[in-house]
């Protein structure tokens, strides 16, 4: 069976006609991985016995007639998820053996639907990153070009949809870690509305930036998976209890008459040349479709990296000190508590998580608080305003997902600034709780894909997925050649 | 970035750096705190009142106790004695 | 050079809720190590804090109370050090929108009223214990105790003497216990105080420099350590030395301070907004529903059992000071409406019992309407007022009032004939007295009285004695 072409309907279809059964589909992707992953390391851990037990039971609710949208369906899971009895390591040495004694919100309710999960896939390390490069294990590799990055942080997640290693896959989303890495890998991505998804479970990097997504095939797809994975949770205080809708009801919608917004300030000087052709050029399909386009500006963006950086560092400098090898964790040594723990912290994190809690200590330490910490917090205000005046004239947002493609290996993902100022296009979403989409828009001389991002109103993930839907319609979609 | 501001961040991050490790992260530093010294460029301020991520009072979790969690499964992750977590002697 | 002492406290007091602050533990004192626990309070990764609605009603209630302002908005933030006995490595707790500001409690010492500022209150989370193992050089750290809820409350140095601070903490303490939020045990750390002190010159412009004395947990311990600070602050000044401004531990067994390694070396805490608690907006209706239900405070009963019950000042302050007794004098008074009998026979005799150690006032194993059943005994004649010390103390072990009078044969047998008998031989053997009473001299009635009393020795009620003496007087 051909995977690369298969959607969560396709393959709903099939299993429900039992033209294919859960176990033998289990066993197409897992076999898939096995044989490509060795070069590709996506996966941090394999699950391939709890996945076919899984896929059994699948079976059987298949044959009763008990299917729910997503039984039998194989996902990857991001490791920095909690799966209970199963390894979760944030792809950091600190978590190498840490077994979560419980299952994160998200991956509870998959569980209630049935789905097979093939195993806990790559990332940077806590998340903090854009290349999947800083973990410790699994340095994954971009599907379309293994000399490349997959993007990141949840690289794993969006190469191994692109790899075809499974239909679906789940991320975590802080400043753009579906969006960049599905960008990067040529599939999609889509960050939900801060709160449509509980964060119980998911290992806090910055608590209020943090979403849990989808990472999948196409924009429909997405909206399968987020169904599934949406609602208030009582374990997260910051999930909100929104009326129960399906974010695939506007799916085939005619577009007409709908206001896309460009702000200028994505499409600067500083974004590469073919990924700004290829985002105009989706636009002016969209008019083609009836779309009406709309010039604005968000005149804060410059300072917007700044200001996620100073406040998704300081909340992951609070938020990482709990790991002090005493309760779970790589376990340092020393003959004081001061010893043991910093011999621990050193130890188990790596360059880049430790350089982003340095400098959320900074951000927050006394004397600098307000200039820095509070200010951003202050330009997290204005770039809320902005928005808002924004989607005043405008249904979605379309912009870039990236100012580049996949870059090479070894490029620029040791140099911290550069790597900062590349999450240009991806982190004013997260500050202002947004949702957004990254699907792909074309695709570089070199073959790389190229990433557009649809950024829509609070709660309206529906609208999103149509309008990625509709592009995607008649987008001339490739493969990897995994 | 001096050595003295860096010192105190270890301290606060409770990070151990080589000497060489830590002549190579203070510059680093130094850039990203370059960037962030962007914010300081805008005047704008901060009203904690005007997040409204705000929540009513009726929207609390109700008191209700439940059963807790085995202790040997919260322990799992480590080497327990007497069901306790173990740590360095802590100076009275 | 005369030094005057200045004092601000910090109080912590422990919520009774059922569950902790941010998860559905029990919050029960003590339980196996780490047996009320779970992911969210043992700080596992990927978990959040889920706030308890009945630790704001009851923080809110304090504030009530103490006469503080309401803050409409309130929010929580991180207090982040590393201590083993902190899991997350931060403590949730208050820092600029705490739930309650402002406020005052006035305090009576040496029969003079003073007015104590409290400066805020807010709420926050314990932290666990940590068990010092010496054979093995380690400690254990148990987390029962970890999200338990704590309001702290933070008075202005508005304090001068030992004195001063121990009649406010008993005041804070009991009307924390009246309002129903603390049980106010002390045994159990359910309240701890920190003591900031400062000695300088009185009506010196500026204050000297402070020491801090942590974790006072008990009334005797508060007193001696700031006792024992005023005497070693002073000694400093006087021999011309410097006061170091530095957190202290006071030492029960040598009654001394001494300094307390610090948390954290530099204090710098880095507080921020805790991005997994959404803050909170009250509503005027919401407030006024949770101001309306809070009992009535220990100076209220006090007025009520005085104005009302016509007890004596004196008693209904007994009776208050402690709120099991008010509470268990309520629910007598309920069963038998005595006020004034029922309050006497506890002020009189059980405290007597509770103070031998014979029985506890906090866990009160008597059942208030038995009790009350006791009092309605002597008051309607079944057995007399002398009679109640002996069935209390059967009481205490576990019997009814009426198994009690039955078993030591403590009924008045009402002997109509022995009476009659009786009041006849004691007239005929006092002729004079029964003439000068049938002359209008009534006040001998009395000592007739005590005649017949004496010879029936209990067998009558002195109400009936009293019937038929008159009687037969009159005749």
Request: aromatic share 8%; net charge negative.
């Amino acid at each position: 069976m051909e995977l690369k072409q298969q959607t969560l309907s396709s393959l709903r279809a099939m299993l429900d006609s039992k033209q294919i059964s859960a176990t033998e589909l289990c066993k197409e992707y897992t076999d898939r991985i096995k044989q490509k992953d060795g070069e590709l390391q996506s996966f941090i851990t394999l699950c391939e016995d709890e996945a076919l037990a899984n896929a059994k039971k699948a079976d059987e609710l298949i044959a009763k007639g008990e299917a729910k949208p997503l039984t039998g369906i194989p996902f990857a899971v991001k490791d920095n998820i909690c799966t209970d009895g199963i390894r979760t390591t944030c792809a950091s040495k600190m978590l190498e053996s840490f077994i979560p004694p419980y299952d994160a919100c998200v991956t509870e309710k998959l569980k209630g639907e049935n789905y097979v999960l093939l195993g806990k896939v790559s990332m940077d390390e806590f998340a903090m990153g854009g290349s999947t490069q800083t973990g410790a294990f699994a340095r994954t590799k971009n599907p379309f070009d293994l000399n490349r990055v997959p993007g990141g942080s949840s690289g794993g997640s969006a190469a191994a949809v692109s790899a075809a290693f499974a239909p679906a896959a789940i991320g975590s989303d802080t400043g753009g870690s579906i969006r960049q890495p599905a960008s990067f890998c040529g599939v999609t991505g889509l960050k939900p509305t801060y709160g449509r998804v509980s964060r119980y479970g998911l290992v806090a990097f910055a608590s209020s930036l943090d979403q849990i997504g989808p990472i999948a095939n196409n924009a429909a797809d997405c909206g399968v998976v987020l169904n599934a994975i949406c609602g208030k949770d009582s374990r997260d205080a910051t999930s909100v209890n929104m009326p129960a809708e399906d974010f695939t009801a506007k799916l085939g919608n005619d577009i007409k008459g709908m206001k896309i917004a460009l702000p200028d300030e994505f499409f600067s000087d500083s974004t590469d040349e073919e990924v700004k052709n290829a985002v105009l050029s989706a636009a002016k399909e969209y008019e083609k479709l009836g779309a009406e386009l709309v010039k604005c500006s968000m005149s804060s963006l410059k300072y917007a990296v700044s200001a996620y950086y100073l406040i998704a560092s300081a909340e992951a400098a609070s938020n990482l000190s709990r790991f002090d090898g005493i309760k779970y964790g790589l376990r340092g040594e020393g003959r004081t508590f001061e010893e043991m723990i910093r011999d621990s912290r050193t130890r188990g994190f790596g360059n880049e998580v430790k350089r982003r809690i340095l400098l959320g200590n900074y951000a927050l330490s006394s004397g600098y608080y307000d200039a820095y910490y509070r200010k951003a917090l202050a330009l997290k205000q204005q770039i809320i305003r902005e928005y808002s005046q924004i989607f005043g004239t405008a249904d979605v947002i379309l912009t870039p997902t990236a100012p580049t493609v996949a870059y090479k290996i070894g490029e620029q993902e040791t140099d911290p600034v550069k790597m900062y100022l590349a999450d240009i296009c991806t982190v004013t979403v997260n500050i202002a709780s947004l949702p957004a989409i990254s699907t792909p828009c074309g695709y570089n001389k070199d073959g790389m894909p190229i990433g557009m991002s649809l950024i829509g109103k609070k709660w309206d993930e529906a609208t999103l997925i149509q309008t990625a839907d509709a592009f995607e319609k008649d987008f001339d979609r490739r493969y990897s050649n995994v | 970035m001096d050595t003295k501001t860096i010192a105190h961040l270890c301290d606060l991050s409770k990070l151990n750096y080589t000497d060489e490790g830590i002549e190579k992260v203070m510059g680093e530093m130094e850039e990203i705190i370059k960037l962030m010294d962007r914010v300081k460029e805008i005047d704008v301020t901060y009203d904690d009142t005007a997040d409204n991520n705000s929540i009513s009072y009726d929207m609390l979790r109700k008191d209700e106790a439940k059963p807790s969690f085995p202790a040997e499964k919260l322990l799992s992750n480590t080497e327990p004695a007497e069901n306790c977590y173990v740590v360095p002697k802590m100076v009275e | 050079m005369k030094l005057y002492p200045t004092i601000g406290l910090e109080i912590h007091a422990e919520l009774t809720t059922n569950s902790k602050v941010f998860c559905t533990c029990s919050a029960q004192f003590g339980g196996e190590p780490n047996s009320r626990c779970c992911p969210v309070c043992s700080g596992l990764p990927g978990t959040l804090p889920v706030l308890n609605a009945k630790a704001v009603e009851y923080i809110i209630k304090a504030g009530y109370i103490m006469n503080c302002d309401i803050s409409r908005f309130t929010k929580w933030d991180r207090k982040n050090y590393f201590y083993p006995d902190l899991p997350k490595a931060y403590q949730i707790s208050q820092m600029p929108r705490p739930v309650c500001l402002g406020g005052h409690v006035n305090v009576e010492v040496d029969g003079e009223t003073r007015t104590m500022r409290i400066n805020r209150i807010h709420l926050e989370e314990d932290a666990g214990k940590l068990v010092h193992d010496d054979s093995m050089r380690v400690s254990l750290a148990d987390y029962n105790r970890c999200g338990i809820p704590l309001i702290e409350i933070v008075t202005e140095p508005d304090f001068h003497s030992a004195a001063e601070v121990v009649a406010f903490f008993e005041k804070i303490r009991l009307m924390l216990q009246y309002a129903g939020v603390c049980d106010g045990r002390l045994e159990q750390g359910s309240m701890r105080c920190d003591v900031n002190i400062s000695l300088a010159e009185k009506n010196f412009d500026t204050l000297g420099t402070r020491t801090e004395v942590k974790n006072l947990n008990s009334l005797r311990s508060i007193q001696r350590a700031i006792e024992y600070e005023i005497y070693r602050q002073t000694e400093l000044i006087e021999n011309g030395e410097r006061v170091v401004q530095e957190t202290l531990h006071f030492n029960d067994a040598t009654g001394e301070t001494s300094s307390l390694r610090s948390k954290e070396d530099a204090h710098d805490y880095r507080y921020f907004p805790d991005p997994d608690i959404p803050p909170i907006i009250f509503t005027e209706e919401e407030l006024a529903a949770i101001k309306a239900d809070i009992p009535e405070m220990p100076e209220m009963r006090v007025k009520r059992y005085t104005e009302q019950y016509g007890i004596s000042a004196a008693d209904a302050k007994i009776l208050t000071d402690t709120k099991s007794i008010s509470d268990f004098f309520e629910s007598a008074v309920k069963a038998y409406n005595a006020p004034k009998a029922i309050g006497t026979f506890i002020v009189v005799e059980l405290m007597r019992r509770i103070n031998l150690g014979e029985i506890s006032a906090e866990d009160m194993t008597l059942d208030p309407a038995d009790f009350a059943h006791l009092i309605e005994l002597a008051e309607t004649g079944k057995i007399s007022k002398d009679s109640r010390k002996i069935i209390l103390r059967d009481m205490i072990d576990g019997k009814t009032a009426e198994r009690s009078a039955e078993d030591n044969n403590l009924w008045i047998k009402e002997d109509n004939e022995l009476l009659e008998k009786t009041i006849d031989e004691i007239m005929a053997a006092n002729p004079k007295a029964v003439e000068q009473y049938r002359n209008g001299e009534t006040k001998v009635f009395g000592f007739l009285m005590g005649q017949c009393g004496k010879a029936l020795k209990g067998a009558a009620a002195p109400a009936s004695i009293k019937t038929m003496l008159e009687q037969k007087l009159k005749q």
